[in-house]
């Protein structure tokens, strides 16, 4: 049984890795010291668990899983106690992405040291950012143009976030924290939509943090 949980585990922390936002990495930071847990401020080890489908962002609007239904703004549940942090460094093109949740192993199994030689090897450049995986909980069912339905209320939907879309995450914590709720444990109800992002690379949209408010009851499940 603890054999197939750690595969379980292992297969989400790719499914993860494989769903990172195609953005340049432009503002990555340096690696910091290996070997110890990441916290909210400076990141926490995790991976995210029992997601349905992964939310992607571009320019246009917000598409769930494969199907290609644009949304504007959806209504979703975050507990915050659930987000996972990590660090990724992108190289290589088509891109590759690495990522690690502890800066000592990589989620495919290598040692982080080792991928970041690996990256620079091709790319000089390429220094480790840092990423959070979202754990959005699905409050009334997600409907695609065909009335079909993608995820189902109570489900859960992933978001792994891009250099840019980082920066906005810590921006909302912040926020959170001086409107009196603790980003590491509480559960809020939040509006997301995207937001258009331009440099002289190319053009990439990230999710923004709309309108929100603590959420205090019981959690949806899907029937």
């Known amino acids: 049984m603890m054999s197939n949980s750690i595969d379980e585990a292992i297969a ?3 499914e993860a890795a494989s769903n990172l936002p195609a953005e340049t990495v432009a503002g990555a930071v340096q690696v910091q ?4 847990a990441l916290t909210l401020e400076d990141m926490e080890i995790g991976g995210l668990a029992d997601i349905a489908a992964w939310l992607k962002v571009t320019e246009f609007g917000m598409t769930i899983g ?3 239904t644009l949304f504007d703004e959806i209504e979703l549940i975050l507990p915050l106690a659930d987000v996972a942090y990590s660090e990724v460094v992108r190289y290589g093109n088509p891109a590759k992405y690495e990522k690690t949740y502890n800066r000592e192993t990589t ?3 290598d040692t982080w040291p080792n991928a970041i030689l690996r990256a ?3 790319d000089p450049k390429a220094n480790p950012y840092r990423a959070a995986d979202l754990p959005f909980i699905v409050v009334a069912d997600l409907v695609n143009k065909k009335k079909e339905v993608l995820v189902e209320a109570g489900k859960r939907i992933g978001h792994s976030t891009s250099v840019t879309n ?3 995450f810590l921006a909302f914590t912040k926020e959170l924290r001086s409107k009196g709720v603790d980003p590491t444990r509480d559960t809020i109800k939040v509006t997301i939509g995207f937001e258009e992002q331009k440099n002289d690379k190319g053009t990439w949209g990230v999710i923004t ?4 408010e603590r959420y205090e009851g019981e959690l949806p499940v899907a029937a």
């Open 12 to 14: 989400k922390a790719k």
């Open 120 to 122: 620079k090897k091709v």
């Open 66 to 68: 494969a199907d290609k």
């Open 107 to 109: 989620v495919e199994g």
């Open 209 to 212: 943090f709309g309108a929100w």
């Open 166 to 168: 980082f920066k906005k």
């Open 33 to 36: 010291g290996l070997g110890r």
